[in-house]
T-cell receptor, first 112, second 113 residues
């Protein structure tokens, strides 16, 4: 069965440093992958989408990579700020049927 | 554009009761997906509706059902509530084609006592 793994432990990063979050998947080949941010008590908010034929995508301080050989996506936040503290979720498209499956998320804590 | 709205925001029910949750998508969006979120479990997909038809369904028991109306508004219903149904229920709307981002509502927090 399909499986997505994100680091279940919280990631503590010093302000100003680069935070790197990992999303690993097994048993299938998604056409694209998305990253979302979720704050406590709120719905997730879309950040970036990367397609299978793209190696890297950037948006302001955010960068996502997608390695279909390793079956892994890395999500980077450069020059991190305390306001970046949140849970970050990755989601993968399942079999071109418009359905996403989700990782459990990684809690990121940026310390001043 | 107004965002996705969900009502009610909070709900307390007792075991055995049923509940109906409502979701109004962003104007022009034809797809509405429903998710259950519990601590440590991440987002579990319930079902997705597109143009009033259920297009995808997750692995939830038949007690969980939904529908979509011609104006794309959607409802989900949970019958015979169990304690384990306590969760944040999120709906998300999108245009409904591939490579679309999902726009989430604030969720309905359901507590079953």
């Amino acid at each position: 069965s399909q499986k997505i793994e994100q680091n279940s432990e919280a990631l503590n990063i010093q302000e100003g440093k680069t935070a790197t979050l990992t999303c690993n998947y097994t048993n299938y080949s998604p056409a694209y992958l998305q990253w979302y941010r979720q704050d406590p008590g709120r719905g997730p908010v879309f950040l970036l989408l990367i397609r299978e034929n793209e190696k890297e995508k950037r948006k302001e301080r955010l960068k996502v990579t997608f390695d279909t050989t390793l079956k892994q996506s890395l999500f980077h936040i450069t020059a991190s700020q305390p306001a970046d503290s949140a849970t970050y979720l990755c989601a993968l498209e399942l079999d071109s049927n418009y359905q996403l499956i989700w990782g459990a998320g990684t809690k990121l804590i940026i310390k001043p | 554009k107004a965002g996705v709205t969900q009502t009610p925001r909070y709900l307390i029910k007792t075991r055995g009761q049923q509940v109906t949750l409502s979701c109004s998508p962003i104007s022009g969006h034809r797809s509405v997906s429903w998710y259950q979120q519990t601590p440590g479990q991440g987002l579990q997909f319930l079902f997705e509706y597109f143009s009033e038809t259920q297009r995808n369904k997750g692995n939830f028991p038949g007690r969980f059902s939904g529908r979509q109306f011609s104006n794309s508004r959607s409802e989900m219903n949970v019958s015979t509530l169990e304690l384990g149904d306590s969760a944040l229920y999120l709906c998300a709307s999108s245009p409904g084609t591939l490579y679309n981002e999902q726009f989430f509502g604030p969720g309905t927090r359901l507590t079953v006592l």
